[in-house]
């Protein structure tokens, strides 16, 4: 029974070992406690950054990797709406996604809008992290309904959200 259960555990750390995701914005190794990003504030403490305040005396800078994909302009997340419910509701589907992004952001830092663009048909949010991406496009359609498809690339941790109505 035990090697059984062995070898189950050496399989699930082989697959941790050669897992195909890939985030060039992840840290490589632990950051000095505490940093600073000096482009948001945002505070790398005790293994996740947050807003708290930097604590007195010396402190390690470093972009977080929000602000770094802002920057590069590389997102983890689009949200795609359109159709005619927005054309009459815009400024309404455009709280929405402002507040759903302000919820997250409050406890996430990493968890941000990069822009938000007028395109053919509709609007495209583009977003630092896949899980705001999820959260903005679930919370427009639970607010207005219509359809939504998420799509994931596990390779690439991307999301791809399209709302219509």
């Not at 948001?40 to 005790?46: D, E, M, P, R, S």
């Not at 309404?92 to 822009?115: F, S, T, Y």
């Amino acid at each position: 029974m035990k090697s059984a259960r062995a070898g189950s555990r050496s399989q699930r750390r082989e697959q941790l070992l050669h897992d195909p995701r890939h985030d060039s914005y992840k840290a490589k190794g632990k950051l000095p406690d505490p940093t600073r990003c000096p482009e948001c504030g945002a505070v790398f403490q005790k293994g996740r950054w947050t807003w708290n305040g930097a604590p007195r005396g010396s402190v390690h800078e470093q972009p977080c990797p929000a602000c770094q994909r802002i920057r590069d302009g590389y997102p983890a997340g689009y949200v795609s709406l359109a159709g005619d419910y927005l054309a009459g509701h815009r400024e309404e589907i455009l709280n929405i996604v402002r507040n759903c992004e302000a919820v997250e952001k409050a406890g996430h830092p990493l968890q941000r809008i990069i822009a938000i663009r007028d395109v053919e048909g509709g609007i495209l949010v583009t977003t630092t992290d896949a899980h705001v991406a999820r959260r903005i496009a679930e919370g427009v359609h639970d607010a207005c309904k219509g359809s939504l498809a998420l799509q994931y690339s596990k390779e690439q941790n991307l999301v791809r959200a399209t709302w219509t109505r």
